[in-house]
């Protein structure tokens, strides 16, 4: 059996390798410019982590920062088998 879980070493997730690296707000610039391009389209949010709660935490913090930067933007969320889709309204457009 592979000592690989979810495409880490346990090990390395124990002593926090991967954590402040910036991956998540890379992810998360990467999925508001993504949305913005597609205004009115749902896209699907996911994390590096593969988890259904590491996809839930990174589409909150998109959402804060569409509060924060963009208060003119509504969205909206919606869940299905796991897996998280989100897509935004322009007021300003």
């Known amino acids: 059996m592979s000592a690989?879980?979810?495409g880490f070493?346990?090990?390395d997730l124990m002593q926090d390798k991967y954590r402040?690296?910036?991956r998540t707000?890379?992810?998360c610039d990467a999925f508001i410019q993504?949305?913005?391009?597609n205004v009115g389209k749902e896209i699907q949010i996911y994390d590096h982590y593969v988890t259904y709660s590491s996809d839930n935490?990174?589409?909150e913090k998109i959402v804060n920062r569409?509060?924060?930067e963009h208060p003119h933007v509504?969205?909206?969320i919606r869940i299905k088998n796991g897996c998280v889709f989100m897509s935004i309204t322009d007021d300003k457009r």
């Open 66 to 68: 569409l509060k924060l």
């Open 9 to 11: 070493a346990p090990q």
């Open 57 to 59: 935490m990174l589409t």
């Open 4 to 6: 690989i879980v979810g």
């Open 25 to 27: 707000t890379r992810l």
């Open 74 to 76: 509504k969205w909206s």
């Open 20 to 22: 402040c690296t910036g």
């Open 34 to 37: 993504k949305l913005f391009q």
